[in-house]
């Protein structure tokens, strides 16, 4: 037997074991401490080589001298030219014109003389910083030359003049051999030549037009320079005078070219443009490789199709603007059949056409969407009148777009020039899914273009509808090119082309959910149309990589034809409910036959949500034993479903909607006792979990009986508690009593538990009027009194009642 110390002496012990660990930890911590030390000692350098203190070790420097020098430069040339530029403001009228010409010029000449000397003797950056000076001098010199003698000549023709010459002194300045080795000054000069021709131009007030062409000769002549000049200072201002301007001048030509409102002008903007083409193309020659060259060549080649398309929309009515664009960047891939041009830049008009032909289709997807989404409305307005046209029916929300009339000719245009210009064996399989797409397209909004009669364009959308099918059992799921049909040993892993199957079973598939929307205005059209895509789609699931998605798709229309069946013999919802639960079944059945098929769960999937859709129906009629009928045979099919061996837990669906279908009929039948409800759930469920516990001794048994166990005890024992009769109370605990017993004698945990809190809580309700009385009768003290000497007790039996609690903890434990 243990022997357990009083509190205190056990206190006092723990008090001293915890002082000895702490003086031991102390210990070992300053012995660590230590060690720590003679280790450093052991491995550290010698003294000769010991590092200095960190008093007198160097800092390392924050500031190069090259920076410093080039900072205090910059600073020097930049306060200097503000005190020029002071004196030029302010002082300049306390002299003479003498004077001013001979201190402003004896200034300027100094400073652009300085740099020569300072070359000489190696100092490159001063030199550079001084030249800097003289050309912001020379600015200052062109404005004194404007204020004083040349005040009444207009200031943007002067201004065109004075960049014009500031250019031309700053080349030869650069080309002079003594200051040839300056790198400032041919980058100054090209950023002024990027103002003389466009000011000249609007000093002479020539009009956008050749304001826009001087823009544009400007960033030829930087992009000349930018090809030729080896200097990289030079190259790359050359190319940022180019970009941007060039930016500028084709902003302003595409301007000019939309908003010409007949040939002349049209063809006068077009010259622009191309001349802009022309830049760019050449440029792109130039260079040759790089991703440079192939965006200036995709930029020549579409304001090439830009001033063709302008052009020819000047004379075309707005319908045909689009085509128009579209015909001229087809033209372009001629340019990619010629040998003569470097193949970036064949690759480059290439993509340019691809980039309009992408921005026509673009132009189309209002119209496809009007198409696809429209017929969506008429799920508002069932069967309230057949309209007179396909376009009346697509439109009966949305306005008709204008100039939709070429929408079919620019997507038949781009499916042909799909088919016959692309010929890689990579790239063929998905241009033929987008030829696919394009005349699935065509052949969508054509009807509603040509406002074909209403019936017509059902019959048309039915056509489609079985070609897309047809085409999608045709096509093989995967292919291969006959070059990569026989990998060689040593290549890279052979891949699976995408094919046009999958891209016609989705185009089918819109289609067809397309046509049932816009049947709905019509009775007869709606149970035609259902009827013929159910067929439809039934029979194409016969293809097996067609059925994962033509099965399910096949069942939901069924469901749809159901609906409307039962709608058009005015039949009341939960009727309609029985005619749809024959979907399910054919699914189950269905299922079922396709085995371990990829299309088995899918179908699985449609049947449950058109038994989903049942249920709803007879719910929404408010009849319960109609929805009682329909719950019960749901559960019919499910259990069924259950037999297959790969469906097993449906079983637990099936029982639900059986224990759903029971409650929803005793609801019906006015029945109120909650034992009516709990034990039909309650019996089976011990009945199951008894089978489980037969086959897996191990299964705890609140597994297997706490359930029904508790469905059958908790609803009797709250109906009870508010319950004024005997009977029930009486009844239930006798039930709860012998599930007690049951659970002791079998040493099963769930049943002892739940019997037991079900019996004393029962006994409580049954005993509650009985103690109020007796409370009413004893004097006020009584319970504190009776309280207080019960903790007494408890405290003095203390330890008992703690192996009395072990005890019931052990034993509970041993039960399963």
Known sequence: MTHIPPPAEELRLLDLELRRLDARRAQLLHRRAWLVTVLQAAAGPTPALAPAPASFAPRPAEASAPRVQNVLLVLGGVLLTIAAMAFTLVSWGHM?????????????VAVLAAPVPLLKHGLRSTAESV??????????????????????????????????????????????????????????????????????????????????????????????????????????????????????????????????????????????????????????????????AG??????????????????????????????????????????????????????????????????????????????????????????????????AVSVSTPWPPGAEAVPVVLAVVAVVLVLAVRDAVWRPRALSGVLALAWATALVLPAVLEVPYVAGLVALGITTAGALAAAAWIRPCERPEKEAAPQPDSAPAIDFPTPGPTATVLALLTSLTLAFLSLPSEPATLAVLSSLTALFAAASWRPHLAPVTAPTALAYAAALACATGAAADWQPQYTALLVLAVPVAAALLAARLGSSP????????????????????????????????????????????????????????????????????????????????LPVAVPALLVGALHRRRDPRASSWTAYGPGLATGLVPSLLTAWGDPNWARPLLLGLAALAVTLLGAGHHLKAPLLLGGTVLTLDALHELAPYIVQVTDALPRWVPPALAGLLLLALGATYEQRLRDARRMRDFLGNLH
């Open 96 to 108: 003479g014109i003498t004077g001013r010409a001979l201190v402003l010029g004896g200034i300027t």
């Open 131 to 292: 030249a800097g000076l003289g050309f912001a001098l020379t600015v200052l010199d062109a404005y004194a030359l404007r204020e004083v003698a040349l005040a009444d000549v207009d200031a943007t023709g002067y201004l065109a003049a004075a960049s014009a010459a500031l250019v031309a002194l700053w080349t030869a300045y650069a080309l002079l051999p003594h200051t040839s080795a300056l790198r400032l000054p041919l980058p100054t000069a090209l950023v002024a030549a990027q103002l003389p021709l466009t000011l000249w131009a609007v000093a002479a007030d020539a009009g956008l037009y050749w304001i826009t062409a001087a823009v544009l000769v400007t960033a030829g002549l930087d992009t000349g320079v930018a090809l030729r000049v080896p200097a990289k200072t030079v190259r790359i201002t050359a190319m940022a005078g180019a970009y941007g301007m060039g930016a500028w001048g084709v902003w302003a030509a595409g301007w000019l070219s939309w908003t010409a409102t007949g040939p002349s002008a049209a063809a006068r903007a077009a010259a622009l443009l191309l001349f802009a083409a022309g830049i760019a193309l050449a440029a792109a020659w130039q260079q040759v490789a790089g991703k440079q």
């Open 295 to 392: 965006g200036l060549a995709v930029t020549a080649g579409l304001l090439t199709v830009a001033a063709a398309g302008g052009t020819a929309r000047s004379v075309l009515p707005d319908t045909w603007t689009v085509p128009a664009y579209l015909a001229c960047g087809i033209a372009l891939l001629a340019a990619v059949r010629l040998d003569r041009l470097p193949e970036t830049v064949r690759h480059g008009l290439a993509r340019a056409s691809g980039a309009v032909q992408a921005l026509a289709l673009l132009w189309t997807l209002p119209l496809l969407g009007i198409t696809l989404m429209g017929p969506v409305a008429w799920a508002e307005r069932v069967w309230s009148g057949a309209p007179g046209d396909v376009r009346e």
């Open 599 to 678: 299309a088995t769960v899918p179908v699985d999937i449609a049947g449950a949500l058109a038994g989903l859709l049942a249920v709803g129906l007879a719910a929404a009629s408010a009849d319960l034993p109609m929805l009682a009928l329909v719950l019960a045979l749901c559960g019919v099919i499910t259990a069924g479903t259950a037999i297959r061996a790969d469906r097993r837990p449906v079983a637990y669906a099936s029982a639900a909607l059986f224990v759903l279908a029971t409650w929803v009929r005793l609801a019906a039948s006015d029945v109120g006792t909650p034992e009516a409800y709990t």
